[in-house]
């Protein structure tokens, strides 16, 4: 079974900052990979979803996902962190022909004014 | 435009009653599935029905039973109710299969004395 490791359970960064985000796969050939976002009191919303053939992804708020195979990670990254961005980030890895999303454990984002 | 949408929202049981979970989705989406989320856990997948007339356990199903009722509706009932259950619980559907977006509820939180 895939697993994924999201190193830092908490990241804090200044408003303005950089945001990076880390998420390493264990899946030999990840067709696709997804970065979701949770605020407070909410269900996942979909970030952005890497599919087979693609470097950088783009998805929504600003944010960006690079894949590098070399590396089995799928780090997400913000140019310049906003006070709106302040909640918890998990990535997720469905594996090769399966129905069963793995997740990380989460990296809650805490941005300071 | 609900999406998914969950009942309760919150409840508090006592050991050894039991209670169902409800879920629907407006979305004519095939694939449902249900999530715990516990804090520094991540989410861990209870049961998911691939499409209508199936189920099929994830990775914690043990003191649960699902129930596919048609295609838009999939709930979840614990039997005896166990405060190792205590968690937060989110209904998700996707088009078909984990290699889609998966679109969550709001969430479900159940608090077992």
């Known amino acids: 079974a895939q697993s994924v490791t999201q190193l830092g359970s908490h990241v804090s960064v200044s408003e303005g900052a950089l945001v990076l985000l880390r998420c390493n796969y264990s899946s030999s050939v990840p067709p696709y990979l997804f970065w979701y976002v949770q605020y407070p009191n909410q269900g996942l919303q979909l970030l952005l979803k890497y599919t087979t053939g693609a470097t950088l992804v783009k998805g929504i708020n600003g944010f960006e996902a690079e894949f590098k195979k070399s590396e089995t990670s799928f780090h997400l990254t913000k140019p310049s962190a906003h006070m709106s961005d302040a909640a918890e980030y998990f990535c997720?890895?469905?594996?090769?022909?399966?129905?069963?999303?793995?997740f990380g454990k989460g990296t809650k984002l805490s941005v300071i004014p | 435009n609900a999406g998914v949408t969950q009942t309760p929202k919150f409840q508090v049981l006592k050991t050894g009653q039991s209670m169902t979970l409800q879920c629907a989705q407006d979305m004519n989406h095939n694939s449902m599935y249900w999530y715990r989320q516990d804090p520094g856990m991540g989410l861990r997948l209870i049961y998911y029905?691939?499409?209508?007339?199936?189920?099929d356990k994830g990775e914690v199903p043990n003191g649960y039973n699902v129930s596919r009722l048609n295609k838009r509706e999939f709930s979840l009932r614990l039997e005896s109710a166990a405060p190792s259950q205590t968690s937060v619980y989110f209904c998700a559907s996707s088009i078909q299969g984990a290699n889609q977006p998966q679109h969550f509820g709001d969430g479900t939180r159940l608090s077992i004395l």
């Open positions: 997720a890895d469905p594996g090769a022909g399966s129905y069963q999303l793995t």
């Open positions: 029905s691939a499409s209508e007339g199936t189920t």
